[in-house]
């Protein structure tokens, strides 16, 4: 099946520092990459679209300064958090839509990535 | 947009049994439909998908019905195991637009 990989799973940093979370898709090209932000209990919210090589489409509320998206190949897309808070702590969710073994075209998801801004 | 929810409906079954979870959608243009299952502290697996041009499709185990008169997406699990327990969200997308709409999930409580 397909596989997406996160990294790091976990970050523990101090405010006012920058992360930067690595989402690659393992055994496809992903044609577009989604970074999603996960609060406990709650459902996925999304916080930008990139396509390979364009710059990232980013939900409305969401701070493109903030949250930087580089999608430099068709495996690899990067989310930096940038001057990290504590109210950026949260679950990072990456996802990347691709066509696996000449199925329909759809979309997988990391493993995530928890952060805690202390 | 995206759903947000502080409680997730919840939805207990003894092993062994059929579970059926269900989700509304209320786009009309929605021609994609996906479920996933989230396991504590994990991203979303993907489990099975379904498109518009179709009312039923079976995996292993687990079958999605796709009513789109009344908008309505159901996954069925055939012999419900504990490892089955998490959370559980409906996601859907129309042609043209390249994000999923995720709903607010339902949580499945197998007990042994």
């Known amino acids: 099946g397909a596989v997406v990989s996160q990294h790091p799973s976990w970050v523990i940093c101090k405010s006012g520092t920058s992360v930067k979370i690595e989402c690659r898709s393992l055994?496809?090209?992903?044609?577009?990459m989604f970074w999603y932000r996960q609060f406990p209990k709650q459902s996925l919210m999304l916080m930008a679209t990139s396509n390979e090589g364009s710059k990232a489409t980013y939900e409305q509320g969401v701070e493109k300064d903030k949250f930087l998206i580089n999608h430099a190949s068709l495996t690899l897309s990067t989310l930096t958090v940038t001057s990290a808070h504590p109210e950026d702590s949260s679950f990072y969710i990456c996802s990347a839509r691709g066509v696996v073994g000449g199925h329909q075209e759809t979309q997988y998801f990391g493993p995530g990535t928890r952060l805690l801004v202390l | 947009g995206e759903s947000v929810g502080l409680h997730l409906p919840t939805l207990s079954v003894q092993e062994g049994d059929n579970s059926i979870i269900n989700c509304a959608y209320s786009n009309s243009a929605s021609d994609y439909f996906i479920w996933y299952k989230q396991e504590s502290g994990k991203g979303p697996q993907f489990i099975i998908d379904?498109?518009?041009?179709?009312d039923k499709r079976q995996g292993q185990r687990v079958t999605v019905l796709l009513n789109k008169t009344v908008k309505h997406l159901s996954l069925q699990i055939a012999a419900t195991q504990p490892g089955d327990s998490a959370v559980y969200f409906c996601a859907e997308r129309s042609t043209g637009f390249q994000k999923l709409v995720f709903g607010t999930g339902t949580r499945l409580l197998v007990s042994p």
């Open positions: 055994d496809f090209q992903a044609t577009t």
């Open positions: 379904i498109r518009s041009n179709m």
